[in-house]
């Protein structure tokens, strides 16, 4: 009578191994196959055979050390073994079998993958790591003295200093900290710096437009006080022009040749004060300093918001290397160096430098080559390239570069854009139109670009210069955040060494650079402390118990 197929019930096989079918009599087969429900007497007697049979032991080791391979090379589940429904898992096991080989060898590529990640994790973790900042904080605790004389400073209506600021926006913040000061050594009040318009980028800006000029006046309130013009009883006053300002002037030259000129006339005006003051000044005016670059110079909102945007999207990419990238053709020309892409790029800078001798503000003694290996030529991007990897920068890191347009453009770039990917500028970060309203002010493009390379983990200047040096004593200020400060004059020469082994080479530059990672490093005589802040106005536990 055939049987309805609605019926019909699939029918399932378990394989058992031959070795175990060989070792059963033939009564014992016979009571297996003929009496299956006599569960009791069957399990015992034949579990009882199945244990003492050393081939069912070799079989289960067999059979589990086979199931761990399985589970090594296709995360094969060990549980299906053991599943309700044997049907399936050779079903199952069917439909993936045509694919094994592929499966395996996707498995071995992904852990080779999977070995890459972790090392390039383990060269992040180092490359990120944050130099120790012994604890030293901002301090800037004035002496009762000064503070005495500030209620009579800040009251004073009769004397008024103006000064002309010029040059790009970080030569324009080191003039307005020294005019500061020196308002404060004459008593004056300080009136709002004038920008001189910058002939070479055709810059109209002025203080308000880069500044937040309510916050300058209220973080100085106690110090220096600030008008935003002269007051009526001034106006008609013709300003004494003064510009034979020494080099390295101290307050007490300062009061002896401006302070009754001052008194006679009330205003007294200064210009090219661009590195005019002394960097050696007593403790309460070298905190002064620190208090105007740090505090009181605040960028104007919407540069700060939008500098705020462009370092988060930066950060959106993980952490991020900020290079300042000194490679304008200027700074060729000035610096008396060489671009070195190729002959013809060389020939112009030659031929631009002959044509304005003036315009070299390097040793006019030297040649290029020594130049070079005196560490006075900006690195260029293959240099700079080379100085990263080998001081263990991750082929996947985000780099942000500011400065202006590379003589040479993408060409000049091509070393670091073909070893790093995720190299961006500001240009690249910005929405369409949100850089449009200051497409014509370079001083506020540059600080857009000094608050990204402000916040990003690393930072590293191809050149020293003004801003280099300005994001350097901000970023020891703020805690001593990761600074690279390129070793020039001992590294070139072994860039030159073409017999180095890659190896040689890295371990040479980790060598010259494992104290020049942003440590904190006391300040030498000459040196600004705008741009080495510790220990004048920096301090930690050590500091603050020895003064006591």
Request: hydrophobic share 35%; glycine share 6%.
């Amino acid at each position: 009578m055939a049987v309805s197929k609605s019926n019909k019930k699939p029918q399932c096989y378990i394989t058992v191994p031959s070795q175990i079918i060989n070792s059963l009599s033939s009564s014992d087969l016979q009571t297996l196959l003929l009496s299956p429900k006599k569960k009791t007497p069957f399990l015992s007697v034949k579990f009882k055979l199945l244990l003492s049979n050393p081939r069912f032991w070799i079989f289960l080791l067999f059979l589990f050390g086979f199931v761990g391979m399985l589970n090594m090379w296709l995360d094969f589940d060990p549980s299906l073994l053991f599943s309700q429904n044997p049907c399936s898992i050779s079903q199952e096991r069917g439909e993936i079998s045509t694919g094994s080989q592929l499966s395996i060898g996707a498995v071995n590529e992904k852990s080779i993958v999977n070995v890459g990640v972790k090392k390039e994790r383990d060269e992040k973790s180092e490359f990120w790591k944050q130099p120790d900042g012994l604890g030293y904080r901002p301090c800037l605790d004035f002496s009762a003295e000064y503070r005495k004389a500030s209620r009579e400073i800040v009251n004073d209506r009769t004397k008024y200093l103006m000064v002309v600021v010029s040059g790009g926006m970080n030569q324009q913040r080191n003039q307005i900290v020294d005019a500061a000061v020196i308002a404060r050594i004459l008593g004056a009040a300080l009136v709002v710096p004038i920008f001189q318009v910058n002939l070479i980028w055709g810059d109209e800006s002025e203080f308000s437009d880069i500044f937040d000029l309510d916050h300058f006046k209220n973080v100085l309130a106690n110090d220096v006080r600030i008008v935003s013009s002269l007051p009526s009883t001034h106006v008609m006053t013709r300003p004494v022009e003064e510009k034979r300002t020494p080099l390295h002037a101290s307050p007490e030259w300062i009061r002896s040749h401006y302070t009754r000129k001052l008194k006679r006339d009330g205003v007294l005006l200064l210009r090219g004060l661009d590195s005019r003051l002394s960097k050696d000044l007593p403790p309460d005016l070298q905190k002064l300093r620190c208090k105007v670059a740090f505090r009181a110079l605040r960028f104007n909102p919407s540069i700060i918001e939008l500098g705020n945007k462009l370092t988060e999207r930066m950060r959106s990419k993980g952490p991020f290397l900020a290079l300042h990238m000194r490679m304008e053709k200027d700074v060729w020309v000035r610096t008396g160096c060489l671009p070195g892409l190729s002959h013809k790029y060389d020939e112009m800078i030659n031929n631009e430098r002959k044509c304005r001798p003036d315009l070299l503000t390097s040793r006019s003694n030297m040649t290029y080559h020594e130049r070079k290996l005196a560490g006075l030529c900006p690195l260029n991007a293959l240099e700079v390239t080379r100085l990263i990897k080998a001081l263990g920068a991750p082929k996947g890191a985000g780099i942000y570069w500011a400065g202006g347009i590379p003589l040479g453009g993408k060409e000049a770039m091509q070393p670091l854009t073909k070893e790093f990917s995720h190299f961006y500028n500001k240009e690249d970060l910005a929405l369409p139109g949100e850089l449009e309203p200051f497409s014509k002010k370079a001083s506020v493009m540059a600080a857009i670009d000094y608050i990204v390379c402000e916040n990003s983990d690393i930072f590293m200047p191809s050149h020293g210069g003004n801003m280099g040096h300005a994001i350097q004593g901000h970023r020891a200020y703020a805690g001593h955040k990761k600074t690279i400060t390129p070793n020039k004059r001992q590294m070139l020469p072994h860039f030159l060494n073409s017999s180095l082994s890659e190896a040689e080479f890295n371990q040479i530059i980790l060598d010259l650079h494992k104290d020049s990672l942003g440590q904190p490093e006391l300040r030498k005589t000459r040196r600004d402390v705008t741009k080495y802040p510790v220990p004048e106005c920096m301090c930690n536990d050590s500091t603050i118990h020895s003064s006591m």
